[in-house]
């Protein structure tokens, strides 16, 4: 099983609907959670941390569940500029510098 | 700022063939990394690098060696290339602050073995 698992879509949304998409891990012990964007050819770039209480930034929000073991990223009202791969990451507890990346979650948003 | 610089961009190599990659940061991170990126599969970690002086390897290492020539440099060898080495290869960086750890990632090296 792999370390870091999410859905490879694509989702594929009308602009302004809001979407939603999890990303599971199997290492209990993990320690620090992030969301990435990767546009297409490009670098991976953060997006947002995701903190233990949730967080949110403008239409992003991000929740960590610890007993399921998941990360979520909610999108409300998306942007055409918000179609991208969302790749989600996690550091484990045993390692801090060991950064684990998902297969990532391709979205596109349609006018 | 620089960030990370990776270098080459693209290079196509013949099968058996070998090169370097080099990666240099000038953020003053302790951490570095080499993935690589294939359609459909995400970042898979090859080596990591926690400190200068250090390296494990990741989820993907065979076939590869790696290099912490000092706190700014960290290059990735393919011995002899194999086509099934065709990827996009991406260096990163990264500083832990309390448990935020942030990858700054380099432009990426596109690699074809024929």
């Known amino acids: 099983r792999k370390e870091v698992e999410q859905d490879p879509g694509p989702f594929n949304v009308p602009e302004g609907a809001t979407v939603a998409f999890n990303c599971t891990y199997s290492?209990?012990?993990?320690?620090?959670f992030f969301w990435y964007r990767q546009d297409c050819r490009k670098e991976p770039k953060l997006l947002m941390s995701?903190?233990?209480s949730g967080n949110e930034d403008g239409r992003f929000t991000a929740q960590l569940n610890r007993a399921s073991q998941y990360i979520s990223l909610l999108i409300r009202d998306s942007k055409l500029s918000d179609s991208a791969t969302y790749l989600c990451?996690?550091?484990?507890?045993?390692?801090?510098?060991?950064?684990?990346f998902g297969s990532g979650t391709r979205l596109s948003i349609r006018p | 700022n620089a960030g990370v610089t990776q270098t080459p961009k693209f290079q196509v190599l013949k099968t058996g063939q070998s090169m370097t990659l080099q990666c240099a940061q000038d953020?003053?991170?302790?951490?570095m990394y080499w993935y690589r990126q294939d359609p459909g599969m995400g970042l898979r970690l090859i080596y990591y690098?926690?400190?200068?002086?250090?390296?494990d390897k990741g989820e993907v290492p065979n076939g590869y060696n790696v290099s912490r020539l000092n706190k700014r440099e960290f290059s990735l060898r393919l011995e002899s290339a194999a086509p099934s080495q065709t990827s996009v290869y991406f260096c990163?960086?990264?500083?832990?602050?309390?448990?935020?750890?942030?990858?700054?990632f380099g432009q990426g090296t596109r690699l074809t073995v024929v």
């Open positions: 990163a960086s990264s500083e832990a602050r309390g448990f935020i750890t942030e990858a700054f």
């Open positions: 290492n209990s012990a993990s320690q620090s």
């Open positions: 995701v903190y233990s």
């Open positions: 990451v996690v550091t484990p507890y045993s390692s801090a510098s060991k950064i684990i």
């Open positions: 953020m003053n991170h302790n951490s």
């Open positions: 690098s926690a400190s200068e002086g250090t390296t």
